[in-house]
């Protein structure tokens, strides 16, 4: 999706090899099969377009070795070699891998949205984290991870529990969408946004910083950023002003006329519905009116011809 918008530079983390198990969701070819995730994925973004730049590693960031370049390639990968990257994105399946993305990103001060499906498929999220203003990954662990079980014990080995492409195609366009949000400055970007695929149901929040972290580049950057929030001069909150707007002149005798209230509505001659919370009627269809007693004209079996020389008569 970033590639068909045009983004300017992508840095590609994996270690997986393509199987015939991804090709119900992603961008994966059967031809592919035994290829290297990022090898692959390179690959097919160019076809797409060629003028997005692309640096890929097939190796796994939570070893010593790889997270120290890891940490050295978020901190001098940007589009110009030597800047940080603008944003990171976490894609990956595991707990142990977003740790290890938190743990950089604490350390560097990085933003990231961290994001995932759950195993049945159907649930997933996105979160926007920034380090010290909002709640890190470590902030708030998982259940398995808080009740210490062994999140090994969760995964069976050859089998891809999250494989509906729906649900993985909706988070990845929430994923993709509050990224552009982020990069072009636009709209809100989300601090959390949930999918529920069974109840279609979309919970959204801002989670806070934990102080008491098992990650002490959180609490650092914490500190941090209380220390910026305090030294920010305060500002006064002044009432506006509403000028009333007088025209000298009407010509076309325009007026404003309110919006229909509750109370409008119930001596409305037309049913008002009853709607849900958030919905609100605009106006009823008027109740049909009774026959007048007033005169009508008769119909006449006269030509218009006749008529007419009636009328220049008169």
């Not at 918008?5 to 015939?20: A, P, S, T």
């Not at 707990?95 to 195993?119: D, K, P, Y």
Request: aromatic content about 8%; charged content about 25%; overall charge negative.
């Amino acid at each position: 999706m970033l590639t068909r918008c045009g983004i300017g530079k992508l840095l590609l983390f994996d270690y997986d090899k393509v199987e015939l198990a991804n090709m119900n969701r992603l961008f994966y070819q059967p031809h592919q099969a035994g290829m290297s995730k990022v090898e692959a994925a390179e690959k097919t973004l160019k076809e797409i377009n060629p003028d997005v730049e692309f640096e890929v590693y097939n190796y796994n960031i939570t070893t010593m070795d790889n997270f120290n370049h890891f940490m050295e390639r978020i901190k001098n990968g940007g589009l110009k070699e030597g800047e940080p990257v603008n944003l990171v994105l976490s894609c990956v399946d595991n707990f142990e891998a977003r740790m290890t993305i938190n743990t950089a990103c604490n350390e560097l001060g990085q933003n990231w949205i961290e994001s995932g499906v759950s195993e049945n498929a159907v649930s997933g999220h996105i979160q926007f984290i920034i380090p010290g203003e909002t709640s890190c990954f470590a902030c708030a662990p998982p259940l398995v991870v808080a009740t210490k079980t062994d999140e090994k014990t969760l995964k069976r080995e050859g089998v891809c529990a999250a494989s509906l492409p729906t649900t993985m195609a909706v988070v990845a366009g929430f994923l993709v969408q509050n990224t552009l949000k982020y990069l072009l400055s636009f709209g809100d970007v989300t601090y959390y946004l949930g999918y529920n695929a069974l109840q279609d149901y979309f919970p959204t929040m801002t989670l806070r910083p934990n102080p008491q972290c098992d990650d002490n580049y959180c609490i650092k950057q914490q500190q941090a950023f209380q220390i910026k929030e305090a030294t920010k001069p305060k500002v006064e909150k002044t009432e506006d002003k509403v000028e009333e707007i007088v025209h000298d002149d009407n010509v076309w005798e325009i007026q404003l006329v309110s919006e229909t209230t509750e109370d409008e509505l119930k001596e409305a001659d037309g049913q008002v519905p009853n709607l849900v919370e958030g919905l609100k009627v605009a106006y009823t269809t008027p109740a049909p009116t009774q026959a007048s007693n007033e005169k009508t004209v008769d119909s006449t079996e006269k030509s218009l011809d006749e008529l007419m020389k009636e009328m220049q008569g008169l």
